[in-house]
T-cell receptor, first 114, second 108 residues
């Protein structure tokens, strides 16, 4: 079955450490996205990529970094510069060549930094 | 820029209909989407509608679109406890613009 896999589901880190969240898709989608979700805040866009080797900052990119070396993969690194990293992180992908191009989401990674 | 607004909470009794409302700002032709998020999970696409349509029905779900007022609604008939979730509307853009989500609570 095609889909988006985020791993791990739960992640714990000490303050001051960088951590990388994995996102892999086998839907052959060109575009991939990272969102952060906090209670009552809805979804906030961190980074997105519409093609391999290219990505754009979203609304809250500070303290995060990404890479897009392969079409299938879009890892997100939460750096020690991110002030409040504890949150639920969602990865998504979509086509770019059709008029109807909804996002398909993974099941998320809950990051807790203490 | 685009903006999508939703009320944050809705509570209904099991078996009643639920109506979740959304307003959007983009006046160009566009697709509008409804997503459902269950606790601890990602978002699942429920349905979508193109802005030249007034209504779309899919089993228990009915989407109504008022283009003049830029108002979108999702009606869930015969609401069940399994419908308890957060519902997001989204407006087609690059990237999609999401509302903050409406938390639906179903009371047995």
């Amino acid at each position: 079955d095609g889909g988006i896999t985020q791993s791990p589901k739960y992640l714990f880190r000490k303050e001051g450490q960088n951590v990388t969240l994995s996102c892999e898709q086998n839907l052959n989608h060109d575009a991939m996205y990272w969102y952060r979700q906090d209670p009552g805040q809805g979804l906030r866009l961190i980074y997105y990529s519409q093609i391999v080797n290219d990505f754009q900052k979203g609304d809250i990119a500070e303290g995060y970094s990404v890479s897009r070396e392969k079409k299938e993969s879009f890892p997100l690194t939460v750096t020690s510069a991110q002030k409040n990293p504890t949150a639920f992180y969602l990865c998504a992908s979509s086509t770019t060549d059709r008029e109807v191009s909804p996002l398909h989401f993974g099941n998320g990674t809950r990051l807790t930094v203490t | 820029g685009e903006d999508v607004e939703q009320s944050l909470f809705l509570s209904v009794r099991e078996g009643d209909s639920s109506v979740i409302n959304c307003t959007y700002t983009d006046s160009s032709s566009t697709y509008l989407y409804w997503y459902k998020q269950e606790p601890g999970a990602g978002l699942q696409l429920l349905t979508y509608i193109f802005s030249n349509m007034d209504m779309k029905q899919d089993q228990r779900l009915t989407v109504l679109l008022n283009k003049k007022d830029k108002h979108l609604s999702l009606r869930i008939a015969d609401t069940q406890t399994g419908d308890s979730a957060i519902y997001f509307c989204a407006e087609r853009a690059t990237p999609l613009v999401f509302g903050k989500g409406t938390r639906l609570s179903v009371i047995a």
